[in-house]
């Protein structure tokens, strides 16, 4: 099953079938070509779009990218640019493919909580754009340098030999 069946309760991406299907309209895509994009079946492209199945997180990214939409626009009912949070996407993506995806999701996290801070205030979304890049750069700088420090020397020189 490409995703789960929606339960009443579960309801909170309403606007999901929507948007992907205008998403996928406007880049003149059918369903199958699509579901050739993501790797699932066109089954689960129509059952997206019906709004009779939620695809998994991992699938949700993958639309995203295969729709030239955030992840954010497709899962935020409230989020009407398709675009907004695109530099923190590619910020958590990176840190998913480097450090995997508990990290990311910590990442995410810290980064939520940080931008916290700036509620109340207009920060330009530049300077936004740039604390959260220096704030990723801060975060995996540190992680690399723990891994260099905790890693046991025979293991460090395997990922040199890949």
Same mark, same amino acid.
């Given at each position: 099953m490409a995703g789960k069946a929606i339960k009443e309760?579960?309801?909170?991406?309403?606007? =999901?079938?929507?948007?992907?299907?205008? %998403? !996928? =309209?406007?880049? #003149?895509?059918?369903?199958? #070509?699509? %579901?050739?994009k993501v790797g699932v079946t066109q089954r689960s492209i129509t059952d997206y779009e019906r709004g009779a199945a939620i695809p998994r997180s991992s699938t949700i990214r993958k639309l995203a990218a295969a729709l030239n939409v955030t992840?954010?626009?497709?899962t935020d009912d409230q989020c009407?640019?398709?675009?907004?949070?695109?530099? !923190?996407e590619d910020i958590?993506?990176?840190?998913?493919?480097?450090f995997g995806s508990r990290y990311a999701g910590q990442l995410n996290k810290m980064l939520d909580d940080s931008v916290a801070s700036f509620a109340g205030g207009d920060v330009? %979304?530049?300077?936004?754009?740039?604390?959260?890049?220096?704030f990723m750069n801060a975060i995996a700088l540190g992680k690399e340098r723990a891994r260099k420090k905790f890693t046991p020397k025979s293991i460090q020189d395997q990922w040199e030999d890949k």
């Open positions: 309760t579960e309801v909170k991406m309403e606007k =999901l079938p929507e948007k992907m299907k205008q %998403a !996928r =309209l406007a880049l #003149q895509m059918n369903q199958t #070509q699509l %579901a050739d992840y954010t626009y497709l009407e640019d398709p675009h907004e949070g695109a530099n !923190r958590i993506e990176n840190a998913r493919s480097k330009p %979304a530049e300077d936004m754009d740039l604390f959260m890049e220096a």
